[in-house]
């Protein structure tokens, strides 16, 4: 899927890819300062890891996302992050995450069962909690455990998946 990821240094926009991840090789690695250990995860049964890349630069990743279902009807966003040198107020392309919350909340509508569709449930670090209710929407269940509903997903994809 393609995105727009704007560019804080250049202040403007730049086309984007979002796509699954096939191979390992694909995936940056811990020690080139990323938060969660992506191989690894990579290996975990039943959940899928979409990358974002810009077209210009597909080999360098802008953000990761791993997804599944549980319950076999429930969509799970597992983990979420962004590149290093997107992170905080100086970071380079300002809107990749939510680029990628609003394509799980996308996938969300496929993957969902029954009371799930379009809903995407997932947990967060306690002091992200407020932060995730204001940027993006997402509705407290019972903490640390978030989630998106229709409305919500339909409002991030209309502002992040142009």
């Known amino acids: ?52 890349c810009l077209e210009e630069t597909p080999k360098q990743v802008e953000g ?13 966003l597992h983990n979420i992050e962004v590149a290093p040198h997107n992170l905080g107020r100086e970071g380079r392309y300002d809107n990749a995450a939510g680029c990628l919350l609003a394509y799980c909340c996308s996938k969300s509508f496929d993957l969902g069962k029954n009371a799930y569709e379009g809903y995407l449930v997932f947990d967060s670090k306690t002091e992200l909690i407020p932060y995730y209710n204001t940027k993006y929407g997402a509705q407290v269940s019972i903490p640390p455990t978030m989630y998106f509903d229709r409305d919500t997903a339909l409002i991030l994809m209309k502002k992040y998946l142009r």
């Not at 704007?6 to 990323?34: C, L, R, V």
């Not at 996302?65 to 969509?75: A, N």
């Open 1 to 52: 899927m393609k995105v727009q990821l704007f560019d804080s240094k250049e202040q403007g926009f730049k086309t984007a890819t979002i796509t699954k991840a096939t191979k390992i090789g694909e995936i940056p690695m811990k020690k080139d300062g990323w938060q969660f250990n992506w191989q690894s995860l990579y290996k975990t049964e039943g959940a899928e890891i979409y990358i974002l």
């Open 64 to 76: 990761m996302v791993m997804l599944s279902v549980m319950y076999e009807e429930m969509p799970y």
